[in-house]
């Protein structure tokens, strides 16, 4: 494909998220809109993967994401070691949008999640950043790095969820703000191209 021909594919990728076009969902796994050159499909999980890094990487060096606050907070209790843990890595988790307060003996209370996060997986992102901790007990780049791309995967829709067509439009846009809005944080691709010439071929259209 030369130069010229890539550049137009990607524009018209672009493009998407300045239209009206309808956005389906397949299976409750992927997104698949058209564009002037055929149509493109999304796997939702890695797209919303792709946009939460991107908003925590910001965050962390940034002043924060924003919280949304819940309406039944949630209370996790630690063993005392863990517990023990938990200041050093409290700020990494307020600047993403946590909201976290002490409650009683080795336990804490969620009373805000980041905004752009669902409800219910918060216990299993904190959970899982403490329990890396534990092992290494360093604060450095591969540690904070860590925080953002488990948060990013834990925290984003999984394949099986089903979005409203405003949950769709909404991720979509979302995606195509992103810096990277092609691959996820793993390297993994996000948008699937058809073209119309691929389709033609696959349907032996003369």
Known sequence: MNINKRLDKIHSIQNTKNNDKIIWQIHNKYLITEISSGIIIIDQHVAHERILYEQAKLAIDGNGLSSQKLLF??????????????????PYLNKIGFVIREFEENTIIIEGI??????????VVIREIIAKYSKSKKINSLFIEYIISTYACKASIKAGEKLSSHERKFLVDKLFATKEPYFCPHGRPIIINLSIDELDKRFERE
């Open 114 to 123: 980041p905004s752009d996060m669902q409800v219910g997986k918060e216990i």
């Open 73 to 90: 907070p949630e209370t996790i209790k630690f063993t005392h070691e863990e517990y023990l843990l938990l200041p050093d890595i409290l």
